[in-house]
């Protein structure tokens, strides 16, 4: 997929999103109906019991689809910008990326950044919720959060050159 530019990453998302929907039983095409929510999460209008959810970036494209509420994120781990990490994570989360071997540091990054936007994806919020709020802590491969409701599950992938995070909450919420 290298090579694609960011529009056929975009289609090929979707590709993959009509294969997981076929498993379902579900035909998706440009044309199926889709609902938007109050900040614009896309869901199937005849279908309000799927969630599915899209990611894409340069190099990768991840599709997920659920019974429950989902967010998917994924990224290509390069470097970070440090004005990002001041904005977005949370004093403990800072800390853990500064004393972090260099080496580690853009991975430990990109680590958490999925995470926060899989779950502000999850929950249709988008980056208007406080991302510092959503916080992360990992502990080997384990990852700890105070976050209730919430499933989350991350896969590091080409020797640590992708990761792709995943949130499914438990409960519903008003769309």
Not at 7 to 18: D, I, T, V
Not at 98 to 104: I, T, V
Not at 149 to 169: A, D, H, P, T
């Amino acid at each position: 997929m290298i090579g694609l530019d960011k529009r056929e990453f975009h289609s090929h998302a979707h590709k993959m999103l009509r294969e997981c929907l076929r498993n379902k039983k579900i035909e998706y095409s440009e044309a199926t109906p889709v609902t938007k929510g109050r900040l614009g999460k896309p869901s199937l209008t005849e279908h309000p019991d799927v969630h599915y959810n899209i990611s894409h970036a340069d190099g990768i494209a991840a599709c997920m689809v659920s019974d429950l509420e989902c967010g998917i994120d994924c990224e290509n781990v390069r470097d970070f910008r440090p004005n990002v990490m001041k904005r977005a994570f949370s004093a403990k989360e800072r800390e853990m990326v500064e004393k972090a071997p260099e080496s580690e540091r853009n991975l430990l990054f990109f680590r958490l950044w999925t995470l926060k936007e899989a779950y502000v994806k999850a929950l249709g919020t988008g980056i208007s919720y406080p991302l510092a709020d959503a916080e992360f802590i990992f502990d080997g491969d384990n990852i700890e959060t105070d976050i209730d409701n919430c499933y989350f599950r991350q896969y590091i992938l080409k020797n640590g050159r992708y990761v792709v995070s995943i949130c499914e909450i438990k409960r519903k919420f008003p769309r």
